[in-house]
């Protein structure tokens, strides 16, 4: 074996502020993979599992320890920033506390190139890609058993922290194992460019991942999803519409996966969900080992309030440490009723999944507390064993799962895909239905407008909503009005140009390659 660089990012936390820092990070040790193996025959797949904690942590010393620079370590994970960006600027929920750039997410107005949160997202990718380089510049230089396996683990959670930036920033660098350590600034890259190499790299490696290596780990399946979230929003991302595509990477999740429903909805966002058969792949979280502000804990107690909850219930519901920030909105919950009674007397079991005692229906004050029902999806007691509440949450987050499959292959069915049937659309969706007690729906009622808000009773607060609304023209403009969007109470219309983010400024500050977006 030849001498190799090891950036040991499970023993030593690199951090950086932009892509170009983290691109010029140093080495920390030096040795062989042989020498490293023989002492630790673990090693490598401990590097592996530092990057999967990159989605599941914000750093690995504790929870208040951020692998980013973050003045609050909580606000610096993966999954808070895809509640912030993808829910609350959307129409479902809402967050009172203000701070830091939260109202202009919650408001969707004022963005601008400082926003801390645009910045912690772009940095929390660019911090999760270097680290995925070293790794397969290590592997490429060396082979041993399940070599070719674990690489193509490192490129797929690489290419799903690119697929987030051709979402929300739509350009970017592409950064790889071949200009590790590179010092000069990358070009800018394209929203087509990232598009075509995220594409080519699933493509390449869904034929070298087995079907199961082990829970929390991804599989072929997890690159078959990504290609088809990838091909689904194609026509947003490059202009032409790729739903034969998406559908065949379904056809492969839904016929091939192994995966079924739930048939309890509420055990998919419980502690005890690890058990779940619908999970396809999830964001790991546990109360003791994997603490974090910023993983399912920053949904579930940001969702509670003893002050508003009786004592006796709230603890049912997991959320002992309340944080009272956030709640949804009628634009949710106003898909199952028109008042809180319409919610407590529906059949569909997602109609009660929200906290309405003492609260408003109207949020006539996106900033006080009573105004919306928080969401009580989201607990980390269990669903069918039992699991005291604790102060982090133990709740799994389901970023990708079959019913998101079944209603994705609906879409295309209705968007024109030849190699999908309108007969099977309506099966898969009433699946989803049935599961949750909702009224079966006819052919009839099957249109992109039962779609997506289909999607939002059944996927809200699982960070797809703003991708979903943007897909079909009703985030910006003024087609589509919710309370609170564009910082009026009625609503009113955005600009073209809130369809991205804008590029943050330490990022432009340190690459002159790059670009802000049009209209910041």
Known sequence: MKKITLIIASIILISGSSCVN????????????????????????????????????????????????????????????IINLQDFTADGMKNRWGDGGLDPLTTTT??????????????????????CNNLISILNNNDFENSEVIKSEARLLRALSYFYLIDT??????????NLGQSTPLPESSRSELFNY?????LEIETILPDRIGYGRVNRFVANMLLAKLYINAEVYIGVPRYNDAVTQLNKVIGEGGYTLDPNFVHLFSGDNDSSPEIIFPILADPVSNQSYGNTTYIVNGNMNSATMPTLDFGNLGGVFAWAGHRATKSWYGLFGNSAADL??????????FWTDGHNFEMNDYREWTDGFPSTKFRNTGANTTISPSEFSGTDFPLYRLADAYLMYAECALRGATNASIGDALNYVNLVRNRSVATPITSGELTLDFIIDERARELNLEGHRRTDLIRFNRFTGGSYIWSWKGGTFNGTAIPEAYKLFPIPVSALNSNPNLQQNPGF
């Open 344 to 353: 407590a007397n529906a059949t569909d079991r997602r109609a009660g999944l």
């Open 110 to 131: 004022n963005w601008t190139d400082n926003n801390k949160f645009f910045r912690l997202f772009y940095d929390r990718a660019y911090f999760t890609i270097p680290q």
């Open 198 to 202: 995220v594409e080519a790299e699933l």
């Open 169 to 178: 920033f739509g350009k970017g660098v592409l950064a790889t194992e071949e």
């Open 22 to 81: 983290d691109l010029e990070t140093k080495p920390k040790v030096n040795l062989s993979l042989e020498d490293l193996l023989d002492s630790d025959p673990n090693a490598v797949e401990g590097i592996l599992a530092k990057l999967y904690a990159s989605y599941a942590l914000t750093g690995t010393d504790g929870p208040g320890s951020a692998d980013i620079t973050a003045q609050d370590a909580g606000e610096s994970g993966f999954l808070r920033a």
